[in-house]
């Protein structure tokens, strides 16, 4: 039933790194677009990071030079290394495929990540 696997989520102390994981089924394949999306309590879930079938990467300009994005085609996995947390990267983290061919949107279930002392 779900297509998307996330982990990596959990509590983390400012300053301090997070790895997380999506991984998709086998059954979605030719997936152009993987990438991580959060939402903050009170807030809009907005664009983490993203990234192309053939690499290229978009990044929030909250995040950029703290995270890094990446994928494994022949795992039909993405991961975002989050370094530096702030208490402000506080939020659900969703995973997100796109295929252009049929316009087909998969979302995960969602991970929380959550930087505090």
């Known amino acids: 039933q779900v297509q998307l696997v996330e982990s990596g989520g959990g509590l983390v102390q400012p300053g301090g790194s997070l790895s997380l994981s999506c991984a998709a089924s086998?059954?979605?394949?030719?997936?152009?677009?993987m990438g991580w999306y959060r939402q903050a309590p009170g807030k809009q879930r907005e664009l983490v990071a993203d990234?192309?079938?053939?690499?290229?990467?978009n990044y929030a300009d909250s995040v950029k030079g703290r995270f890094t994005i990446s994928r494994d085609n022949a795992k039909n996995t993405a991961y975002l290394q989050m370094n530096s947390l702030k208490p402000e990267d506080t939020a659900v983290y969703y995973c997100k495929v796109f295929r252009v061919l049929d316009k087909l949107e998969v979302w995960g279930q969602g991970t929380l990540v959550t930087v505090s002392s």
């Open positions: 990234i192309t079938n053939t690499g290229r990467t």
């Open positions: 086998k059954t979605i394949f030719s997936i152009n677009t």
